[in-house]
């Protein structure tokens, strides 16, 4: 069974494996085990070239406040939301010497949180990488198959084209349970958010999306 990030969990997960398999269009998807998801990405940044400028994505749920709620939360029955949203940011052209000291002090969260996704991406190219949820992966190429594939296979991530991924398993019996995850100085991932728009100008919001 796959090692799940701290901020989610399903609980009968005995067949989702880390395993990746090839996608159309120019895709490789992965079930990752928690420890490895940012070396991945850092391999994946080490592999490009060094006057690469790259973006940095970040998605994270919706404050309550923006959504509409059609039933409140009690202390016995959850509330009800019209549609869940996320709210997207990008940041753009991060010399590859200063991309890994964007992720690095906040690589707990942004690996850990149960809503969060990242990623990081070579604006030339488009080639880009991303943690989703449940311990997905996803890499997005224009060429060089062979080259990314073994990011995968160096670190011991087996391909199977029939690889069983979280939405296989995830039912009204057997449902996936997300959270946000607070780091072991406190923060979580809106404070990392807060943050990121007082330390960086090249930080913005691009769109809110449904879920």
Known sequence: MINFVKG???KDADKL???YSFQEDNMIIANVNAEKIIK???DFIDMQNENASFFFFLEVPSSLDDENIVKEATDTEAGILEGAHKDVYYMD??????IKEVIEPVKEILINDGFTCFGVGNIETGDEIGKYKYNTMMLHYSNDLQKYENIFIDNGIVKNQEMIMAEDI???NNPGECEIYTGKDGRN???IVD???ETFE???KAEKREE
């Open 8 to 10: 989610c969990k399903i």
């Open 17 to 19: 494996l880390e395993e």
């Open 40 to 42: 991945i990405i850092y």
């Open 93 to 98: 052209y991060i010399p590859k010497k200063v």
């Open 170 to 172: 995830i039912n009204k």
């Open 189 to 191: 991932i809106y404070d």
């Open 195 to 197: 943050a990121f728009k």
């Open 202 to 204: 090249e930080f913005y």
